[in-house]
């Protein structure tokens, strides 16, 4: 059989790649060159096979292997796993839904499956491919059950696809128009795989050498496009469990990180505090490098850059992921929810490599900027080689500070004149699954505006009520107005004890008025829960004569 594994980045979109890869032939059904297993960390772990009448060969091929293959996962991910099982024929069935260590009921299920039916060639795979990486419904499909639970952020994500037919959707019916929709959904399914860092491994069997020549280049491409391997087994089914188990033992590890501050070595979890001020994370007007804190040009198209670092403290090999970018108000404790975004608004991605011991700069286009253009950016490296070391949670803070593949950039630049006061925002939120009560400090690690300036925070009626029914105990500000607050302690100020329940928001105006003294001044916000930082923005006020 044939091992291909995957190429250069450029590759990505082609479709004819046979010429571009390295095939490694072994014997039919030979086991590979033993290697010592090597620890994959967690895994998630989905068989997508095709079940129609000419998949006999292969299904016993895959029978006979499934306790050693069961096996290999235990010792790989050291009992940390999940596996999951659909099949195909012109529909898609699911039987088994990822659950924890299930190796006892994956196997029944596999012993169970019969090659049988399927009508005419082609068959659904795509569509299978589509259920298993999107997590679909079975709702308005011809799909028998949801796959409905999700994969792990933290785990090593891997789809095996095995087949003999070309993709076919749902018609039954293979596109052979210059349009060619069936090989362009399939391309599609790669590439959504590749944006969720899960590597599409597939196995072609050949029981009919009349397609071979349609069929290598859309299997290969799963492979190529999201960082897994391809095998062509044998026409009888014999290499296929083999095959798989090859594919389980490619869990090389890269290690990109993202700077949270400039001290930051990528260490897990991170173990200094400013985790929301990465120097990494900048906002230009082109593709062409800017200096750090320029603002965005609300109305207009922007490039967000961020800097990806490999090596990370486990690099061994070059990182190859997606970078994705979002952005909500400029605040404290936000929320994360990996269908939805939670309190964040996805912006776009780059696909990108970053090789060992190198950096990568990835330009994502932010087109238009809304307004009024006061925002802060969360990047997350998304990687198939690379996986969350910690499970992300529903605490952007939390996720942000164990895991180096995530960045928070929440600093601020704002200009004012004499005659003209700088606002922004600050929202008050509370992503920590249960009620808080949480301290509101401003401080300044540089110059203060304070003293020279003035800054008021205007809380607002809600959280105005909420600081007060607990004593409205507050330090180093005076009141201005009924909601208006001025920072009367350059060093410290702070609002305490404010009661905020899981999933609150409440959005803050700062007012940032020009003193005597031209040039720059920081002032820092944060928001703590039992003293521990939660969240905070750095604001940079730029001072001149307008």
Not at 69 to 87: K, M, P, S
Not at 411 to 424: C, D, E, F, L, N
């Amino acid at each position: 059989m044939q091992r291909i594994r995957r190429p250069a980045l450029t590759v990505l979109a082609a479709f004819a790649l046979a010429a571009s890869v390295t095939q490694v032939v072994s014997p039919a059904g030979a086991a590979p060159a033993p290697t010592a297993p090597r620890k994959c960390g967690p895994m998630d772990v989905v068989f997508v096979v095709d079940d129609t009448g000419s998949m006999g060969g292969a299904i016993t091929n895959l029978k006979t292997g499934i306790n050693q293959i069961a096996q290999e996962v235990e010792n790989l991910t050291g009992f940390d796993y999940r596996l999951g099982l659909a099949t195909f024929k012109d529909n898609v069935t699911v039987v088994d839904n990822f659950a924890p260590n299930n190796r006892t009921p994956v196997i029944a299920s596999v012993n169970a499956l019969a090659a049988s039916g399927g009508g005419n060639e082609p068959e659904a795979s795509d569509e299978a491919l589509n259920t298993v990486v999107n997590n679909l419904p079975a709702a308005g499909r011809p799909q028998n059950v949801d796959f409905a639970v999700g994969w792990r952020s933290n785990a090593t994500k891997l789809a095996v696809l095995i087949t003999d037919a070309r993709p076919g959707g749902f018609d039954d019916d293979y596109d052979t128009t210059p349009a060619n929709v069936d090989a362009t959904n399939a391309a599609l399914r790669a590439t959504q795989a590749l944006s969720k860092g899960i590597k599409v491994s597939s196995v072609y069997v050949p029981t009919s050498g009349g397609l071979t020549s349609t069929i290598v280049p859309i299997m290969q491409n799963y492979a190529t496009t999201t960082g897994g391997l391809y095998t062509q087994a044998q026409a009888d089914g014999s290499g296929v469990s083999t095959a798989v188990i090859d594919f389980l033992r490619d869990c090389k590890r890269s290690d990109v990180f993202i700077k949270d501050q400039g001290v930051d070595t990528g260490a897990e979890p991170n173990p200094n505090s400013l985790f929301w001020n990465s120097p990494d994370i900048k906002v230009c007007p082109g593709l062409a490098d800017c200096g750090p804190g320029i603002q965005p040009v609300v109305g207009q198209a922007n490039y967000i850059h961020v800097r990806l670092n490999n090596p990370g403290p486990n690099a061994t090999a070059n990182g190859f992921g997606t970078l994705k970018v979002y952005r909500t108000t400029p605040g404290g404790s936000t929320n994360w929810d990996p269908v939805t975004n939670g309190d964040w608004t996805y912006i776009g991605e780059e696909t990108l490599s970053v090789p060992v011991g190198g950096v990568t700069v990835a330009k994502v286009l932010w087109s238009p900027v809304p307004g009024p253009g006061h925002f802060c950016l969360l990047a997350r490296w998304v990687s198939a080689s690379d996986p969350m070391t910690f499970p992300e949670t529903a605490n952007t803070s939390l996720n942000t500070q164990r895991n180096n593949n995530i960045a928070w950039r929440n600093y601020q630049t704002v200009r004012a004149t004499p005659k003209a006061p700088g606002k922004s925002w600050f929202a008050v939120g509370n992503a920590t699954g249960r009620p808080i009560k949480t301290d509101l400090v401003v401080t300044s690690p540089d110059r203060p505006l304070v003293g020279n300036g003035r800054v008021v925070i205007d809380l607002g009626p809600r959280l105005v009520e909420l600081w007060r029914s607990t004593g409205a105990r507050a330090e180093g500000v005076k009141q201005v107005g009924e909601t208006q607050f001025e920072i009367a302690d350059p060093k410290r100020a702070a609002f305490l004890g404010i009661p905020v329940q899981p999933g609150e928001r409440h959005t803050t105006e700062l007012t940032f008025t020009a003193g005597t003294q031209l040039g720059q001044f920081v002032q820092h916000v944060v928001q703590l829960a039992e003293g521990q930082d939660i969240g905070g923005v750095g604001y940079g006020i730029t001072v001149d004569r307008g």
